[in-house]
């Protein structure tokens, strides 16, 4: 087995696995996968991926057919790394390609300056979650995300234990920073805030930029700090990808 970068040609392997191995994994529509595959794996969306900088593709080589994919974003230097998406073959499963990915991704993410490695997947997803407490992460968190007009709990690891809230004011009110569930910023990443310990009454975003509050999101998963101008771009699961 060879894991190695992706390339360009790869587009339509990487397609049919995601789509074959969302579908095998997921309770989702076919709709609904085939068109957040459509919107992240596109020719021109997975070029555009590629020449990120902060964004790796690792494809598991099989004798020149392609079995699976990693792929991970550098959310913080000297801080988080995400394993956005791990995904195998449904018929090559049971190989340990999904660990020789994961091996190679959190190697990759390390190099590019990621102190630690974190994953989300769906609570639905038995096996995916299964599979990150085999490689003995932890789930810090859960939160609720909207898929296609269905609500749905997703959880967060890390490979350490979680970390505890940070109590933060800003102007007159107390806020709680999830230094365990970060977003990729232009500037500087965003932290989920709540307005309490136990991490049960969302707030909003944290921008560590210029350590505010004031957050506005659009219909599409957009953020945008009013105070500095850091902008979160959708991620993953966002409205703005179905």
């Known amino acids: 087995m060879n894991i190695r970068t992706a390339t360009t040609e ?11 191995s969302l ?3 997921y ?7 085939e068109g957040a595959v459509t919107q992240w794996y596109a020719d021109d969306a997975f070029d555009a991926l590629l020449d990120d900088d902060n964004r790796t593709v690792l494809v598991a080589d099989d004798d020149a057919s392609i079995v699976g994919f990693a792929e991970g974003v550098l959310v913080d230097n000297d801080g988080d790394g995400d394993l956005l998406w791990l995904h195998v073959d449904p018929d090559h499963r ?4 999904g660990t020789e990915l994961f091996d190679a991704i959190d190697s990759q993410l390390k190099g590019m300056g ?5 994953g989300r997947v769906l609570r639905d997803n038995h096996g995916g979650n299964q599979f990150y407490e085999r490689h003995d992460m932890k789930k810090a968190v859960d939160e609720r995300v909207e898929i296609d007009g269905t609500q749905y709990v997703e959880n967060v690891y890390v490979e350490d234990e979680p970390t505890a809230v940070e109590s933060v004011s800003v102007d007159n009110t ?4 999830d230094h365990d569930d970060a977003e990729r910023g232009t500037v500087a990443p965003f932290f989920v ?8 009454d969302r707030y909003g975003y944290f921008c560590s930029n210029c350590d505010g509050v004031e957050v506005s999101m659009d219909a599409m998963g957009r953020a945008e700090c009013t105070d500095c101008g850091n ?3 959708p991620t993953r699961w966002d409205a703005a990808y179905l």
């Open 10 to 20: 790869d587009a339509p392997a990487v397609r049919d696995i995601a789509r074959r």
């Open 23 to 25: 579908s095998a994994s």
């Open 27 to 33: 309770t989702l529509s076919p709709q609904t996968i």
């Open 94 to 97: 049971g190989r340990s390609i």
């Open 114 to 118: 990621a102190s630690r490695l974190r």
């Open 174 to 177: 107390t806020v709680y920073i």
């Open 193 to 200: 805030a709540y307005n309490d310990t136990d991490r049960t």
């Open 231 to 233: 902008q979160r771009n």
